[in-house]
């Protein structure tokens, strides 16, 4: 119970009691993820009774912005803003400690609430499902980069990729590899192979660039793994 808690307390602006480790509570990233997924689903399913469609998806992604306090958002524009061709690994991290968004930032920040926004209102009555396999299996994801990279920098995210353990990322992984079949078996398949190349992906681009990941690449990966199965679960080649 206390690394569910410290979860909760790590992934959403929860008030939980006590304290650990984001990566002692690693374990349990994707279900938590998958519960916040579950709520926004609810929701946008609870509002497409009042509200079109458009304005029902909108509420929902309010929601999980809101609930997880922009968390992997920040990191989204941190990366883009930071990683330009050209810049050395000093610049980047530099960048990377830069509070301030630059116009590459906010364009990633529109661009991937603008696909999570019209994905959503798409889904349907699929919403429920799909978000909640969308939003814990990207936290999983997370959860693998962070154990299969090395940490860059300091900070909170080397902390997390030097603390992460073998089973934690082990039952994380089964974890978000189990969700995506929550929307059936061929969305399931392209999701998971999905998520698996981003992480591949991710991992040789950040190393390649900057010799590991820090936590704003962690999160970064999370929105795009996120955006990414959204899109699959509702492309039709699939369903």
């Not at 968390?71 to 301030?100: C, M, N, Q, W, Y």
């Not at 603008?114 to 429920?128: F, H, K, P, S």
């Not at 030097?162 to 978000?176: I, K, M, N, Y």
């Amino acid at each position: 119970m206390r690394r569910f808690l410290g979860a909760v307390q790590f992934l959403t602006i929860v008030p939980v009691p006590g304290s650990i480790a984001p990566s002692q509570a690693a374990l349990f990233f994707p279900l938590v993820g998958a519960m916040l997924g579950l709520a926004g689903g609810g929701i946008r399913s609870a509002a497409a009774q009042v509200f079109p469609p458009s304005i029902a998806a909108l509420l929902a992604l309010l929601f999980l912005i809101a609930v997880t306090g922009a968390l992997h958002e920040d990191g989204l524009a941190d990366v883009f803003d930071a990683f330009r061709a050209g810049r050395t690994p000093e610049r980047i991290l530099a960048i990377l400690k830069d509070s301030r968004i630059g116009s590459y930032g906010a364009l990633a920040i529109v661009m991937a609430s603008l696909l999570r926004w019209q994905t959503i209102e798409v889904l349907g009555n699929r919403a429920i499902p799909a978000m909640s396999a969308a939003v814990g299996a990207s936290r999983g994801a997370m959860v693998v980069l962070a154990y299969v990279s090395k940490p860059a920098g300091e900070g909170m995210g080397k902390a997390f990729c030097v603390g992460v353990t073998r089973s934690s990322t082990v039952t994380a992984a089964l974890q978000g590899a189990a969700l995506p079949f929550l929307c059936g078996p061929a969305g399931g398949v392209a999701a998971l192979a999905g998520n698996a190349l981003a992480v591949v992906m991710a991992r040789a681009y950040f190393h390649r660039r900057l010799g590991g990941v820090t936590g704003d690449c962690l999160g970064a990966v999370c929105q795009i793994s996120e955006v990414l199965m959204l899109l699959i679960f509702v492309c039709p080649l699939f369903f």
